[in-house]
């Protein structure tokens, strides 16, 4: 199983990014798929996850900023995040759960400059 995060990058606040997870060798969609944070000296967090029947889940932080959503002809899961602030700075991590197995992806750095 592969995870290939990317779509991470430098945005002033109040901008917007895109990360995408293509998925190799697992399918998205009987799987969650979640998408994580970890800010300098802080614990990896939870930032959104999707379930195989496609309910949808969200930190409080990133309510009604953040989107998070699934392509299965591209095996890709994607996190739409907009209103971008300072404290969204982190590693961004995708992560895929199958029955007792949890698969990591690379994290990809999104940095928000105020």
């Known amino acids: 199983v592969q995870l290939q995060a990317s779509g991470g990058g430098l945005v002033q606040a109040g901008g917007s990014l895109r990360l995408s997870c293509a998925a190799s060798g697992i399918i998205v969609s009987i799987a969650t798929v979640g998408w994580y944070r970890q800010a300098p000296g802080k614990q990896r967090d939870l930032v959104a996850d999707i379930t195989r029947d496609g309910g949808t889940h969200y930190a409080d932080s990133v309510k009604r900023r953040f989107t998070i959503s699934r392509d299965n002809t591209k095996n890709t899961v994607y996190l739409q995040m907009n209103s971008l602030k300072p404290e969204d700075t982190a590693v961004y991590f995708c992560?895929?759960?199958?029955?007792?197995?949890?698969?990591w992806g690379q994290g990809t750095l999104v940095t928000v400059s105020s």
């Open positions: 992560t895929v759960k199958l029955l007792a197995s949890n698969y």
